[in-house]
């Protein structure tokens, strides 16, 4: 049967492959003393930095998770394993990037995402920009399309004894063929 034409001033629902794609990243890191405080891609001057494998970018890792999720391409624990030693140190934004390449060849584009950090300390506002301008180019997006916000846990549970901090990101690809 022949679909009905939708109303005036309204678009037919955008389906199958034509569909957006949203995908969904959490990560969480501790807090350590003496480690570099990296987050969004950005080196924020810090006496205390975030214990990991990697340079422990928990924003980029949960971006990661988030575009891969959505293009239903596996997880960033798959693509860089903690157990190889290749993976010590290494740059989130380069796994990022690794990841966005990976997107790209499947057909898929990232079109936007955004990123709640949660976390007691430290204030990220006066970072924000710096972390959307290069993460942004990390996508390959605009910046304008690249949200980064920051809240506290009110003082709750483990974030709020500051132990550490959580981000959640979601991301919305669509495809590139
Ligand atoms: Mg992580």
Not at 37 to 62: F, Q, R, Y
Request: hydrophobic residues 40%; positive net charge; proline residues 6%.
């Amino acid at each position: 049967m022949p679909r009905k034409a939708p109303p005036r001033g309204t678009s037919p629902p955008l389906t199958g492959e034509a569909a957006p794609r949203v995908g969904i990243g959490y990560d969480s890191h501790r807090f350590a003393l003496g480690r570099p405080l990296t987050l969004g891609g950005i080196l924020i001057p810090s006496e205390i930095g975030l214990a990991g494998h990697s340079d422990a970018d928990a924003i980029c890792h949960a971006i990661t998770d988030a575009i891969l999720g959505a293009a239903g391409l596996g997880d960033i624990g798959e693509m860089f394993p903690d157990s190889d030693p290749a993976n010590k140190d290494r740059d989130s934004i380069g796994m990022l990037e690794a990841a966005v390449r990976r997107l790209t060849s499947a057909g898929f584009a990232v079109n936007q995402v955004d990123v709640s950090v949660i976390a007691e300390t430290p204030r990220l506002s006066q970072h924000r920009d710096k972390m959307r301008a290069r993460l942004a180019t990390a996508l390959g997006i605009d910046s304008s399309s690249v949200s980064v916000k920051g809240k506290t846990n009110e003082g709750m549970g483990w974030i709020g004894r500051k132990e550490g901090l959580a981000c959640i990101a979601v991301a919305t690809l669509t495809r590139n063929r």
